[in-house]
């Protein structure tokens, strides 16, 4: 497997409060992509990365923010967290845009 | 941007038969289109994947087939077996720095029963 990481792989937040969520890879791979999942919606793209400090949005980015400081580590920040943010969060990795991408385990958040 | 239909969104056949998963996209720029397959409570993972320059790809029992003119691609899965349950993802890339984000479909869920 990829050297890929998500933490943490569960969380239980409260209606309001700021939650971060953290990606960390080991491969040096260029490109970083955050997405959620949900029933009946496939994966969505949030946030990706092409590099450090180069980010731009996807089609669900709204109420989300991410951060790329080292190749290494890709952050999603939930400013405000709100119930319809309660998903399966997805980090992934590439080396290119037209290869593989490389999925962490997951983060199941709840927000309560 | 990008949009990717994906159909059907169940599908339930007996083992030993052949499973056919269709995708169309928007975009006429896209030239990467991967398939995954994500296990129950796992991570999705790569099972076989097409660029633009190549009309249909085989590994074992799954091939992939693209139409870049009605842009549409399909997964085909032949001689299904239990372990091949699972939801299926296509996707569609452009490929480039701004543009090289992987656009998903939403996924169909594959049963084969015993």
């Known amino acids: 497997d990829a050297g890929i990481t998500q933490s943490p792989r569960h969380k239980v937040t409260e209606t309001g409060t700021p939650v971060t969520l953290r990606c960390h890879q080991t491969?040096?791979?260029?490109?970083m992509y955050w997405y959620r999942q949900d029933p009946g919606h496939g994966l969505r793209l949030i946030h990706y990365?092409?590099?450090?400090?180069?980010?731009d949005k996807g089609e669900v980015s709204d109420g989300y923010s991410v951060s790329r400081s080292k190749t290494e580590d890709f952050l999603l920040t939930l400013e405000s967290a709100t119930s319809s943010q309660t998903s399966v969060y997805f980090c992934?990795?590439?080396?290119?845009?037209?290869?593989?991408?490389?999925f962490g385990q997951g983060t199941r958040l709840t927000v309560v | 941007g990008e949009n990717v239909e994906q159909h059907p969104s169940t599908l339930s056949v007996q083992e030993g038969d052949s499973a056919v998963i269709k995708c169309t996209y928007s975009d006429s720029a896209s030239n990467y289109f991967p398939w995954y397959k994500q296990e129950l409570g796992k991570r999705p993972q790569l099972i076989i994947d097409i660029r633009s320059n190549v009309g249909e790809k085989k590994d074992q029992r799954i091939a992939v087939t693209l139409n870049k003119t009605a842009k549409h691609f399909s997964l085909h899965i032949t001689e299904t077996q239990p372990e091949d349950s699972a939801v299926y993802f296509c996707?569609?890339?452009?490929?480039?720095?701004?543009?090289?984000?992987?656009?998903f479909g939403q996924g169909t869920i594959l049963t084969v029963h015993p």
């Open positions: 996707a569609a890339s452009r490929g480039g720095t701004s543009y090289g984000k992987l656009t």
């Open positions: 992934a990795i590439s080396a290119t845009t037209n290869t593989e991408a490389f």
């Open positions: 990365s092409y590099g450090v400090k180069d980010t």
């Open positions: 491969e040096n791979h260029r490109y």
